[in-house]
């Protein structure tokens, strides 16, 4: 098992542009969770999916943040227009309920300058 | 509403001394509630975690964690500490309205040589 599977590790872009996160969850779960770590907001969850739909996407900061999840091996977390202070790391959990506790990515480290 | 506390932003201990990270938490009914590790420039990873049963939980690298419902606390430990058990630590509880988890803001735990 390979695990949670996110890409890139780093990305750096302009502000004003699109970044696109990737992640491809563990086969089998059927949970999906995006959340933002910063030093100062700490760990929040932005959005979660069961079984490739949105169940709770009151976390995403604003309009420009969206996230699909088109099948139950991929999904993506877009951000358009970029701006520096999105600059963090995202980290993409699945799991199959929460009894069994979370399998985190290692993260995509964001910075928009 | 489900919820942890993790009353220390930091923890500081000397190799080869007892430690203890704090985790209280707040839900109505019987709690699951799990510990999670964060290396630097890693996603969170599963330490261990209290369904039921025993109260002392042991798990991962030699770390332990007892359940005490009448202070409804969850406290890791470990009788030996390790300069590589520096690493940021979080709590988090089961919410069953939504059946997510729900972490504490983590405590950064350093172990001095």
């Known amino acids: 098992d390979a695990g949670v599977i996110q890409s890139p590790r780093h990305e750096v872009t302009e502000m004003g542009q699109e970044v696109t996160l990737r992640c491809k969850p563990i086969?089998?779960?059927?949970?999906l969770f995006w959340y933002r770590q910063t030093m100062m907001r700490g760990l929040e969850l932005l959005i979660y999916?069961?079984?490739?739909?949105?169940?709770?996407d009151s976390g995403m900061p604003e309009d420009r943040f969206s996230a699909k999840m088109p099948n139950a091996s991929f999904s993506t977390l877009k951000i358009q227009p970029s701006e520096p202070r999105d600059s963090a790391v995202y980290f993409c959990?699945?799991?199959?309920?929460?009894?069994?506790?979370?399998?985190f990515g290692s993260g995509t480290r964001l910075t928009v300058v | 509403a489900q919820s942890v506390a993790q009353p220390e932003d930091q923890v500081n201990v000397a190799e080869g001394n007892p430690l203890t990270v704090k985790c209280t938490y707040s839900?109505?009914?019987?709690?699951?509630l799990f510990w999670y590790v964060q290396y630097p420039n890693r996603g969170l990873q599963f330490l261990l975690k209290?369904?039921?049963?025993?109260?002392l939980v042991k798990g991962s690298y030699g770390f332990e964690a007892e359940f005490n419902k009448s202070q409804t606390s969850f406290h890791l430990k470990k009788p030996s500490a390790l300069v590589s058990d520096s690493a940021l630590y979080f709590c988090?509880?089961?919410?069953?309205?939504?059946?997510?988890?729900?972490f504490g803001t983590g405590t950064r735990l350093q172990v001095f040589p």
């Open positions: 999916f069961n079984n490739n739909v949105p169940i709770d």
């Open positions: 086969s089998g779960h059927d949970y």
């Open positions: 988090a509880v089961r919410d069953f309205n939504t059946d997510k988890l729900i």
């Open positions: 959990a699945s799991s199959r309920r929460s009894f069994y506790g979370y399998t």
């Open positions: 209290y369904i039921t049963g025993d109260n």
């Open positions: 839900v109505s009914g019987n709690p699951y």
